[in-house]
């Protein structure tokens, strides 16, 4: 399977952008979508994950309440909502797959559970 993220962009503080991650293939229900991230000279971190069968999220800390994860009816497309941008949040963003049925309560930012991922789109917030 395919991941393929787009609408990444340059955007001032304080603006939005939707990123999207689109799939197909997919003949089951039940897997999470998580959103990474990584800055020039960071290690890559998880920020927002979904799972596809019941809709429970995750979102870490620093983008909680500023990002939305959510996905379309035909759940071949999963979206971040990005508002309320902060120079922080430059970095390439990256969607992934958790094939795995269940949601991860516990560690659902867990990178080795992530199996598929897309090549990454640019996202710079200037400040």
């Known amino acids: 399977v395919q991941l393929v993220e787009s609408g990444g962009g340059l955007v001032q503080a304080g603006g939005s952008l939707r990123l999207s991650c689109t799939f197909s293939g997919v003949t089951f229900d039940d897997y999470t979508i998580g959103w990474f991230r990584q800055a020039p000279g960071k290690e890559r971190e998880g920020i927002s994950c979904i799972s596809t069968i019941d809709g429970m999220r995750a979102y870490e800390d620093s983008v909680r309440g500023r990002f939305t994860i959510f996905n379309n009816d035909a759940k071949d497309t999963v979206y971040l909502q990005m508002d309320d941008l902060k120079p922080e949040d430059t970095a390439v963003y990256y969607c992934?797959?958790?094939?795995?049925?269940?949601?991860?309560?516990?560690?659902?930012?867990?990178?080795?559970?992530?199996?598929?991922w897309g090549q990454g789109t640019q996202v710079t917030v200037s400040s």
């Open positions: 992934a797959a958790d094939w795995a049925p269940g949601f991860n309560l516990w560690a659902p930012f867990e990178s080795s559970s992530y199996t598929d």
